[in-house]
């Protein structure tokens, strides 16, 4: 009887542990649903946290950055200041919802992001004022050279510059070494 009654128990406790796994997983892939829904496509100030550089292209920079606890891709298009990791900034944009499939038959880009904790992206149209600059003197100056090279520098130009400028091998190519 006693045992019995463990099971009937044990199995509920199965039970329950499941679904706290399925509603805390549906959370996780659909955070941005239930948190942003009202604020897709609206242009709206925000105050973010400069995680790291994603990106640099010629159009513009991609990063991740921080709104309190949720992490964003953030493009910011024709501006050539660099922000660089620590940096608190005030922006004007738009959040978008990130597609769930880029390309057919690929992996889901959404899957990918969301297992990296990113949530969604948003398109800066301005950047009001960097807040605060927590960055530190050696850190921008790397990453101010590493910008200016990818800008200017073809591709294979740009890892052979590199490696001039830092003195480490790892950049080149196998066939230059």
Known sequence: MKCIKNVKLNKALIYIALLIVIIDITYFVYKFEFKYKDKIDI???????????????????SYVAKIKNDKFIIYIYNDD???LPGNKISIVGKITKIEKYRNLGETSYKLYLNSNNIVGSISVTRVNKVI???VNFVFNLKQNIEYKVSKFFHY?????????????????DDKIK
Request: no cysteine.
């Open 132 to 134: 605060d600059n927590k």
């Open 156 to 172: 294979d130009m740009k890892n052979t510059f590199k490696s001039l400028i830092y003195g480490d091998d790892n950049l080149l």
């Open 43 to 61: 242009t709206t100030n925000y105050i973010l946290e400069i995680i790291k550089i994603q990106k640099y292209d010629e159009e513009y920079i």
């Open 81 to 83: 200041t660099v922000y």
